[in-house]
């Protein structure tokens, strides 16, 4: 039976550098030689990138809480039963940037929806698949929010006040802590270089150990 590839997230508040540091861990992987897909949540197919418009477009419509939550459930179930389950059975990594963790962290400790329906719908949709190690990049909301916000135009998400991003990263935080063996923290308020050697190092041990 072939060998199914290992599952990696990348998590943290707005503008921590996953989308960086996914490019780091790809490059380290591609030394390696281990084959591996990168993608990314809400989207990661044409279906669920159409669902990430529709949740990320700044409206004047408030949006309930149980409609962002299903928007993001039903673009999951698409995504990790098309794309990322195939990729694992086919023995490849997978690289995530957000997956589960971050309803938690937004849906829950942002929205505060109760942990327990959240917990509900991961089981529907992913019955017993997890990642297998979840890589938590954490910097305060402040210097995470001037960096995103440099970029320009902000999203619907982006723009929520600082409590509810202070909520968020305590959420991460708490999950971290409870997981220690799955959860790798790193601190990315460090300099590039060092954020960056500080993820290549994990994943050559991921990929070694
Ligand atoms: N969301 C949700 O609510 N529930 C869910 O279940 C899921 C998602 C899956 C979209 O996610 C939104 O969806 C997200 C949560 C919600 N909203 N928010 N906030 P996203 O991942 O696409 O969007 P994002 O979190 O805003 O990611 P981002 O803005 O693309 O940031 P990033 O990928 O973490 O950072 P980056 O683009 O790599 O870096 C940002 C800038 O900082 C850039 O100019 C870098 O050059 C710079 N940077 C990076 N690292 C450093 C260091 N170490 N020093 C200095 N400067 C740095």
Redesign the pocket.
């Known amino acids: 039976m072939p060998v199914r590839g290992r599952f990696l997230t990348f998590e943290?508040?707005?503008?921590?550098?996953?989308?960086?540091?996914l490019q780091v861990a790809s490059r380290t992987l591609d030394e390696l030689g281990v084959d591996h897909l990168i993608t990314?949540?809400?989207g990661g197919t044409p279906m669920a990138e159409s669902i990430?418009e529709l949740?990320?477009a700044p409206r004047d419509e408030p949006v309930h809480e149980t409609t962002?939550l299903l928007l993001?459930f039903a673009a999951?179930a698409q995504h990790l039963h098309t794309r990322i389950l195939p990729a694992l059975e086919a023995g490849r990594w997978v690289l995530c940037?957000?997956?589960?963790d971050?309803?938690f962290?937004?849906?829950g400790g942002?929205r505060g929806v109760p942990e327990v329906r959240i917990a509900q719908l991961e089981e529907l949709v992913q019955g017993s698949v997890r990642p297998d190690h979840v890589i938590l990049?954490d910097v305060t909301v402040e210097t995470?929010m001037q960096?995103?916000r440099?970029?320009g135009e902000l999203?619907r998400?982006?723009q929520?006040a600082v409590a509810f991003?202070e909520q968020v990263r305590n959420t991460y935080l708490r999950r971290a802590e409870q997981s220690p063996d799955r959860y790798h923290r790193i601190d990315?308020?460090?300099?590039?270089e060092?954020?960056s050697a500080d993820v290549a190092s994990l994943i050559t041990g991921l990929v070694r150990g």
């Open positions: 943290g508040t707005e503008g921590v550098g996953k989308s960086t540091q990314r949540e809400p990430r949740l990320l962002e993001m999951r940037d957000r997956f589960t971050a309803t962290a937004y849906q942002g990049l995470g960096r995103a440099r970029r999203d998400f982006e929520e991003f990315a308020g460090q300099s590039l060092k954020v």
